[in-house]
């Protein structure tokens, strides 16, 4: 979000260690030498049409901002806005799918404030801590870094297909289950290995989240596309066009700071446009941590890809 003016830039609020000036996903206060505090909000319609699953994305997306900065959630509100003729019991199913996923989180839901709205609209605000020297930030990525990626890609594509009703039962089950899932061991495993550059992959898809780490770091990212994990199906709606409006946005935004090997085409290449909703965290690791990394992840039950790596220069490369 641009504000017109920079009103609150860190320069008037030295503890503002990370604020509206910075593309990082949550805001984070100093409290002291030794301790933080991250604010972050995010609530969305329905990308799925069971209240319940979609009250826990939700949630779990909320929460991911706090991972994707290394720190720990602890205290959330929710957002909600529903509309005048909704069944009480989808509106309580929502909110229970959030609630029980900031509970899995070890997060606690302690208020919130719901408006009237035609379309539904959930969330949660969350609190959380984090060590001010160990905060994972966009601009922390250093050339010689592997980087690795925790939920495949498809999202978009999927909730899309649901919508057009061509996504097989199957497929949308899968896409719920990685949307569903709490970025918390990711989180916990990047802090563990020291990661110092991450995000969390989302509404700007893949490669939208990369080039503003590119930027940010002053780094160049390498892509192997067939090292890229994709939800079951994804490829396949792709292949038949299937894709929501953001992906379109996202390539024309971002796609100046790319370059795609020929062989990729152009299905493939927008999938990695594709916004994603609750998305993996796309972090560094140092090379020689890889391994160690690995079998940490094997142990935390906590899926990872290698995806590319870091190099000096700008700008990313695809093939
Ligand atoms: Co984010
Ligand atoms: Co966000």
Redesign the pocket.
Known sequence: MRPVQNLFDSKNYPDLIVGIESPD?AAVWRLSDEQALILTTDFFTPVVDTPYEYGAIAAANSL??VY?MGGKPFLALNVAALPDHLPLDISSEILRGGAEKAREAGVVVAGGHTVKDNEPKYGLVVVGFVHPQRIIRKGGLKAGEVLVLTKPLGAGIIATALKQEKASAEHVREAIEWMSRLNKNAGALASEFDAGGG??V?GFGFLGHAAEMARASHVSLHFDFSKIPFLSGARAYAESGIFPGGAFDNQAHFQASLQFSPQLDEAARMTLFDPQTSGGLLFGVAREKLSAAKARAQELNQPLWVVGEVQSGAGIKVK
């Open positions: 996903d991911s901002d994707a995000t969390d989302t």
